[in-house]
């Protein structure tokens, strides 16, 4: 028997799970589960304005882990054979020598990155940056943060020994390691996509000291112990390895999909974001790809060619919204019911626009939406949310063109995986959008593929394609098939004239 601990931090919740692999089976179960978000202040600068801040607590996400491992231990026993992480990808902070962090960790969504994408661009050509890298660009970069920092932060440099990314944090505070998986690291936009090393170019142009930045590591490479005093704390019997997973978590959650073919299997890793893309043997950094939006982020042994579109967060905030007018948060089944007695079509939207991405209220932003582009407001929630749900759909058949396209494939299967694979409204209407059979599941797919890479990493699979028995085998997976296909297509030609 082997026992592995997988820690999943998503940008709105946290998970652990428990991967046992016996004989020739494979079960997961979750151990502990806890909400978590960004914490906004709103404080002056040094000019006396007020401005907001978001930020992550990572101490809370890290006494989590802890709280996971005792779990563990009560459940299953003394012993584990290894750790792993996985995280959203971004963010992070700089340490001391002596460990210090030098300031709180930011949280993507903060609004000191809302221009830095144009000031990355005034330090080096776009189409030299995507050449290097193959990551579109994104205001939640990691090339933008780390620039911002030097722009703003530059003194605290000279006492800075090292950049830990958000899922090397936890390494460092569970075994005092210093690295970054080259799936995490891929989609910094500072990374070699072809040589998987940081790019000269890219921190030169910046004025970014390389020489701060972690080591770059393989996914399933085993970079360290659980530190003695952790394991004297929950009382294991010996030090488990830790294990680089494939910690950016949709490089995971691709890992996981049960595909039989990567050329035709669309996958999108539906949650907070949709990340909606094929997995290819080699990056493509053409300026075809460039001028899609696509990126080339590393997966385990291949490259996931995607686009980071925006998912589940914008029905999250409605949700949100709504239970702060009401003073009760609104049930999904409720959501779900109010969305199939809503008229069809009534509306669209297009999901990544600037608008939806960080609003003071998504209801508010949807109804802006729809005034600036000559479309009828919606008269009722279900109304608002069913534009959501038929907008998502259509613009994952907007993006797989794309890609279909740039890449030379043709989908013949989606496959639905993460959190949002549970969704059976979002499902159904993919399938019916796409007029192709959608394959759901599994809906821990992070956690699954996070357990996959510390397979690899410990010998009990030789490579991520021996992970797909086990799969298979272990997970509920979900079969939708296309209906009513007919009114989606001129809602599709309608729908590219509101996103182009």
């Given at each position: 028997m082997k026992k592995i601990f997988a820690v999943d931090f998503g940008a709105s919740g946290g998970k652990c799970f428990a991967g046992i692999f016996e004989d020739d089976s494979f079960r997961m179960e979750e151990v502990h589960r806890f909400p978590h978000d960004g914490v906004s202040f709103f404080i002056p600068d040094e000019n006396g304005e007020q401005v907001s801040r978001d930020y992550w607590d990572v101490v809370k996400l890290y006494d989590n882990i802890l709280e996971g491992l005792h779990n563990f231990k009560r459940e299953y026993g003394d012993e584990i054979d290894s750790i792993g992480v996985d995280t959203w990808g971004a963010d992070g902070q700089f340490i001391t020598k002596d460990g210090d962090f030098l300031g709180k960790v930011y949280c993507y969504r903060d609004h000191r990155l809302d221009f830095m994408i144009d000031e990355v661009k005034t330090k080096i050509d776009p189409e030299t940056v995507y050449s290097i890298t193959g990551i579109h660009f994104q205001p939640f970069n990691l090339s933008n943060q780390l620039l911002?920092?030097?722009?703003?932060?530059?003194?605290?440099?000279?006492?800075?020994?090292?950049?830990?990314?958000?899922?090397?944090?936890?390494?460092?505070?569970?075994?005092?390691?210093?690295?970054?998986?080259?799936?995490?690291?891929?989609?910094?936009?500072?990374?070699?996509?072809?040589?998987?090393?940081?790019?000269?170019?890219?921190?030169?142009?910046?004025?970014?000291?390389?020489?701060?930045?972690?080591?770059?590591?393989?996914?399933?490479?085993?970079?360290?112990?659980?530190?003695?005093?952790?394991?004297?704390?929950?009382?294991?019997?010996?030090?488990?390895?830790?294990?680089?997973?494939?910690?950016?978590?949709?490089?995971?959650?691709?890992?996981?999909?049960?595909?039989?073919?990567?050329?035709?299997?669309?996958?999108i890793s539906s949650g907070t974001w949709?990340?909606?893309?094929?997995?290819?043997?080699?990056?493509?950094?053409?300026?075809?790809?460039?001028?899609?939006?696509?990126?080339?982020?590393?997966?385990?042994?291949?490259?996931?060619?995607?686009?980071?579109?925006?998912?589940?967060?914008?029905?999250?905030?409605?949700?949100?919204?709504?239970?702060?007018?009401?003073?009760?948060?609104?049930?999904?089944?409720?959501?779900?019911?109010?969305?199939?007695?809503?008229?069809?079509?009534?509306?669209?939207?297009?999901?990544?626009?600037?608008?939806?991405?960080?609003?003071?209220?998504?209801?508010?932003?949807?109804?802006?939406?729809?005034?600036?582009?000559?479309?009828?407001?919606?008269?009722?929630?279900?109304?608002?949310?069913?534009?959501?749900?038929?907008?998502?759909?259509?613009?994952?058949?907007?993006?797989?063109?794309?890609?279909?396209?740039?890449?030379?494939?043709?989908?013949?299967?989606?496959?639905?995986?993460?959190?949002?694979?549970?969704?059976?409204?979002?499902?159904?209407?993919?399938?019916?959008?796409?007029?192709?059979?959608?394959?759901?599941?599994?809906g821990d797919g992070t956690a699954v593929g996070n357990i996959m890479s510390q397979a690899l990493g410990i010998g009990i699979i030789d490579n991520i394609i021996d992970a797909q028995k086990y799969i298979r085998q272990a997970f509920e997976i979900k079969e939708f098939q296309p209906q009513n296909t007919a009114k989606w297509q001129p809602a599709y030609e309608q729908f590219k004239t509101i996103v182009q």
């Open positions: 911002w920092f030097v722009q703003n932060r530059k003194y605290l440099l000279d006492i800075a020994e090292s950049f830990l990314p958000i899922s090397s944090i936890f390494y460092y505070y569970l075994g005092n390691v210093k690295m970054v998986d080259s799936s995490w690291a891929s989609v910094t936009q500072l990374m070699d996509s072809k040589t998987k090393q940081w790019s000269d170019v890219m921190f030169d142009a910046l004025g970014i000291p390389i020489e701060k930045m972690p080591k770059i590591v393989e996914p399933g490479t085993i970079v360290g112990e659980l530190s003695d005093g952790i394991v004297d704390l929950i009382g294991l019997k010996s030090a488990p390895k830790l294990v680089a997973t494939a910690s950016h978590d949709t490089a995971s959650a691709f890992a996981s999909a049960p595909i039989d073919n990567p050329d035709e299997s669309l996958i949709s990340l909606v893309g094929k997995l290819i043997p080699e990056p493509i950094t053409s300026q075809e790809a460039a001028n899609a939006g696509l990126s080339n982020e590393g997966g385990i042994g291949n490259v996931r060619f995607l686009r980071n579109c925006m998912g589940t967060w914008i029905l999250q905030e409605l949700r949100r919204a709504w239970a702060v007018q009401d003073g009760v948060e609104t049930g999904w089944n409720v959501i779900e019911q109010q969305v199939n007695d809503a008229p069809e079509f009534s509306a669209f939207i297009d999901p990544d626009d600037t608008l939806f991405y960080n609003p003071k209220n998504m209801e508010d932003a949807i109804f802006e939406f729809c005034k600036k582009t000559g479309q009828k407001e919606p008269d009722s929630r279900g109304t608002t949310a069913r534009i959501v749900y038929e907008s998502l759909a259509l613009k994952y058949k907007y993006v797989n063109e794309m890609i279909s396209k740039v890449s030379s494939t043709v989908t013949k299967q989606i496959n639905i995986v993460g959190g949002g694979s549970k969704d059976v409204t979002l499902n159904q209407f993919t399938a019916d959008c796409f007029g192709l059979p959608v394959i759901a599941g599994p």
